[in-house]
């Protein structure tokens, strides 16, 4: 309420009187938590505590980084921001906080300044119950400026000392410390957990009123001439502000004309001409078979050279996860033009600082970490999606594939627990040409986070791959030999594919099976194409059998019988497990010809999975 209470006083026409009337009612501009998607001057979703102040990391970063890069001795400040955060005890209880503030002071970013309301209230009650630890050590132990002002009740000179000291502090972060009590001026509900998300009511709304600042305890959604007049002044002196930026950028543009150039395309958040020109082709039977994370590292190293904007790295697992930008020097406190960022073993915060990223502009942050570690993330990566954030998820070591480190580390469910998020785009690609799909889809979706699975261990080249069908998100790498419909459709993902490929050889040589294999790279994809193109690769009425070593779930609406993970993995090699867990080619091939044999007993009726219908159940 208070940022809707702000933008209002502000002059925005999302936050109007009727809008605030409207506040956590269905169809207004003003929803219980901010979205950034629904509401001017809302930059970030907030909800869930601890991601506004990661948040607000990622945009300092940002700010840092873009002025290194952009600025020059004649216009030092064409990117000059301060990065404001208000956050209360609930904020810094949250692990994610800890995670993004240790890393904000080890970067020294003078320009991201903490309010922190220090009220003493939780919703179950006093912070002593479960919050007693001295904050202002930790932050000083984390590299923070902490400042302490203790009492906010009786004027707000000090506050304004406070922030006027933070300003001038420009090697580490602050964080003010503001000792506040909550519900203040009301007779029964000041200091009380009672105060804290929900209503006062009626009675004590008009006490506090009343008692506090001496209104009409009648009047309601009343702004005061006075008060209205003190931030229309400071929204014009913000609109003056604004003005002499875009004279100073207008000469920035004559200076140097192809900086402001790159600025502008950035910023508008345009693909750069000839973006996906430089990305690699396998070429079959003369390029070497690799891992698809190691296919993954070349194409991001291709479209690196062209976008500068790419900017991220891995959380401590560069090296295994492949993403690392040639020439890309680190982003340090001394060394901010750098455009690779050092997460530490921080997977919620990094997304969390990616996605502040991603709002402040400028930037198409990435990063990386084992696909099952994705679970540590899944907070500020779903925060992605509900803001429509195009970041970009490197996950490597996307199965039981991984081999020796065993079950703690082999995905199982998150696939699908990734597919089954709305406004989220997987991709798991099964050779260099389907990663350079992945790559382009990541790119242009530009409101949609992507996910890039990769494999650890290395995978056989495709014949008949192509980077322009795997682009559709589905498409037939081996035909059926002869005429007419195939006997079986085999549709699988990643280090799969090629395992149905043999499968396929061996059901047409050893039992006349004509085979269609079928690569689905992208399941989002593909449920946006046309329902004739999806039909000419998925027929629906043919025995069609889904292979993935991971969950079988969500893979029913494509495949009469699942080959999948249906419990957790094991320690051991790569080939070994993946026999045990029956994704060798022998055991596709026998489970294969069994579905066949199956809908042959039954008469031969094959139910038609596309002859279903699909309800539209949200009312617009």
Request: with cysteine.
């Amino acid at each position: 309420a208070l940022q809707y209470v702000m933008l209002h006083l502000s002059g925005y026409e999302d936050c109007n009187m009727d809008q605030l009337k409207a506040f956590r009612q269905v169809g207004s501009s003003t929803p219980g938590h901010p979205e950034n998607f629904c509401t001017d001057g809302v930059e970030v979703c907030t909800g869930p505590l601890g991601q506004g102040i990661s948040n607000a990391v990622g945009m300092a970063i940002a700010a840092k980084h873009l002025g290194a890069t952009y600025n020059t001795t004649d216009f030092p400040n064409i990117i000059n921001s301060r990065t404001y955060v208000i956050c209360g005890d609930g904020c810094l209880q949250e692990g994610i906080s800890g995670e993004s503030s240790s890393l904000a002071g080890h970067l020294g970013l003078g320009d991201l300044i903490v309010l922190y309301d220090d009220n003493h209230i939780t919703i179950d009650g006093d912070t002593d119950l479960a919050f007693t630890e001295d904050v202002k050590m930790r932050y000083e132990s984390y590299g923070w400026q902490v400042l302490v002002v203790d009492d906010v009740a009786n004027g707000l000179d000090d506050l304004r000392a406070a922030i006027d000291e933070a300003k001038q502090c420009t090697d580490k972060p602050t964080l003010i410390k503001i000792r506040t009590e909550i519900g203040f001026g009301s007779p029964s509900k000041q200091g009380s957990a009672s105060s804290h998300g929900a209503p006062l009511g009626l009675p004590e709304i008009e006490a506090t009123k009343q008692r506090l600042y001496g209104c009409d305890p009648s009047e309601s959604f009343l702004v005061d001439e006075d008060v209205a007049a003190y931030y229309k002044e400071q929204a014009d002196a913000g609109d003056q502000a604004l003005a002499a930026w875009d004279a100073d950028f207008a000469k920035y543009k004559e200076a140097h004309p192809d900086k402001a150039k790159e600025l502008e395309r950035r910023f508008n958040g345009e693909i750069p001409e000839g973006a996906f020109d430089d990305l690699p082709t396998f070429v079959f039977g003369k390029d070497k078979a690799n891992a698809t994370r190691k296919f993954s590292e070349a194409c991001i190293n291709a479209v690196a050279k062209k976008m500068p904007e790419l900017m991220g790295g891995s959380a401590d697992l560069t090296g295994s996860n492949c993403c690392q930008i040639k020439g890309a020097g680190d982003f340090q406190k001394d060394t901010p033009e750098g455009s690779t960022l050092r997460f530490g073993v921080r997977e919620h915060a990094m997304a969390a600082i990616c996605n502040g990223m991603f709002a402040y502009g400028g930037l198409r942050p990435f990063c990386a970490t084992f696909l099952q570690f994705a679970g540590y993330a899944l907070g500020a990566m779903r925060c992605s999606a509900l803001s429509k954030f195009g970041v970009i998820y490197i996950m490597t070591h996307d199965s039981i594939g991984l081999g020796e480190d065993g079950p703690t580390h082999q995905p199982v469910e998150m696939l699908e627990s990734l597919r089954s998020m709305p406004n989220m785009c997987v991709v798991r690609a099964a050779d260099a040409n389907e990663m350079a799909a992945a790559y382009q889809i990541a790119i242009n979706n530009v409101q949609t986070p992507t996910v890039i699975c990769c494999t650890r261990g290395t995978v056989a080249p495709l014949e008949h791959s192509s980077r322009d069908k795997a682009m559709k998100g589905a498409y037939t790498v081996v035909e059926e030999e002869g005429e007419g419909a195939p006997d079986l459709v085999m549709v699988a993902t990643g280090s799969e594919v090629w395992r149905c490929v043999d499968a396929a050889k061996a059901l047409q040589t050893n039992h006349s099976i004509r085979t269609r294999v079928v690569s689905m790279p992208c399941q989002e994809a593909f449920l946006e194409q046309s329902e004739e193109y999806r039909r000419s690769v998925l027929p629906g009425n043919v025995p069609t059998m889904s292979v993935e070593a991971s969950a079988e779930h969500g893979w029913h609406r494509f495949s009469h019988a699942q080959i999948g993970v249906t419990r957790f993995g094991m320690s051991g090699p790569l080939e070994q497990l993946f026999k045990k867990y029956g994704f060798d080619a022998e055991n596709v091939a026998n489970k294969g010809k069994e579905l066949v044999d199956f809908y042959k007993n039954c008469g031969g009726n094959v139910p038609d999975l596309n002859c279903r219908p699909t309800f539209i159940n949200f009312q617009s």
